[in-house]
């Protein structure tokens, strides 16, 4: 039983899962200090963790589904335009489409559940951030092939994700979650357009949109991305002005060495995609890198955990300086 159950963990893209711990924590730590709930912010992080699960495994069926695919010779179904390890559970026959859905099924039925139990217990407005994040889990597949994947991950993992929680756990919406969650936007948009450049010529080749493959060249891809992390910074001087946390909220720019690094790696890519950056101390965590490094693309999980691990970083810091602010922030 463990085992089935790490097996549709990995299935899942379970290493994504920081993202919305680490989201999270920041709002838990906020709410909790505003005299929020402690067990409802725990169970409102179990039905966020199985949304971005069902979310993961409908999307890779999604793309199963739609992407073209043909059998080498040694009769292996193969996805030639995607990066290696891509479903490959599903091409290795390890499981087949009606047991994703069955599972996609079972995660959000028990996120419904959470939702419903919230909607009894504190607000009817839960129901609103129930359907928001329904509509992104059922949508995401497509919204992301038409140049809309960063908008659906900035409204996931901030406004609706620090509302929700401030929500569940206070009783009541307010403004200052809002702007709490703006360097969560950034940094986990980053993130996912960290995710869409790598791919982009691969998306080119299945006629999927995004704002990655939009620019003429790799120099301006490139550039909008260091843009999205300036933003990420220059939001610490919006959530600082609004009295939401002391001048410890500039501690975040800690992190600038990473992002200075991420743009680095991401342009030896562009020159050489079979290019790995040699692994440092504060590469770290890399979870599972041994088997990365032999069955999937190692270049391409080396930039996606580089972007991951600034989100964690940031927030990880963003939540100690909230909860050992001496500023009033209720």
């Not at 946390?245 to 020159?271: H, N, Q």
Request: hydrophobic content about 50%; proline content about 2%.
């Amino acid at each position: 039983m463990l085992s089935k159950f790490k097996f549709w963990l990995e299935c899942s893209r379970w290493y994504t899962l920081p993202m919305s711990f680490f989201a999270w924590l920041v709002i838990f730590v906020y709410s909790f200090k505003n005299g929020g709930n402690f067990l409802y912010g725990i169970i409102a992080l179990l039905g966020i963790l199985s949304a971005h699960l069902a979310t993961n495994l409908f999307d890779d069926y999604c793309d199963y589904k739609i992407l073209l695919k043909y059998k080498d010779n040694n009769g292996n179904l193969v996805l030639p335009n995607t990066q290696r390890g891509k479903c490959r559970y599903l091409l290795n026959g390890s499981v087949n489409s009606s047991d994703m859905l069955r599972v996609i099924y079972y995660y959000c039925t028990f996120s419904f559940c959470v939702g419903l139990f919230f909607t009894l217990v504190v607000s009817y407005k839960v129901l609103w951030f129930m359907l928001s994040g329904g509509l992104i889990v059922l949508f995401y597949s497509f919204l992301s092939r038409k140049k809309l994947s960063e908008l659906a991950v900035a409204l996931a993992f901030a406004p609706i994700l620090y509302s929700g929680v401030y929500l569940v756990m206070c009783g009541h919406l307010s403004v200052k979650p809002l702007i709490l969650s703006l360097p969560t936007l950034f940094f986990t948009v980053n993130l996912l357009y960290t995710d869409n450049f790598l791919d982009k010529d691969i998306d080119r080749n299945e006629n999927k949109k995004t704002i990655a493959n939009s620019f003429f060249s790799d120099k301006e891809s490139i550039l909008f991305l260091i843009t999205i992390i300036l933003f990420g910074y220059l939001s610490l001087f919006i959530v600082y002005v609004s009295h939401i946390v002391s001048e410890k909220v500039f501690l975040v720019f800690l992190t600038l060495p990473l992002s200075f690094d991420l743009v680095k790696s991401l342009k030896l890519y562009s020159y050489d995609k079979t290019i790995i950056p040699n692994k440092k101390w504060f590469h770290f965590p890399f979870e599972d890198w041994n088997d990365i490094i032999k069955n999937r693309s190692a270049s391409f999980m080396f930039r996606m955990y580089q972007a991951r691990n600034i989100m964690i970083y940031n927030s990880i810091i963003l939540s100690f300086v909230i909860l050992f602010s001496t500023i009033q922030i209720t």
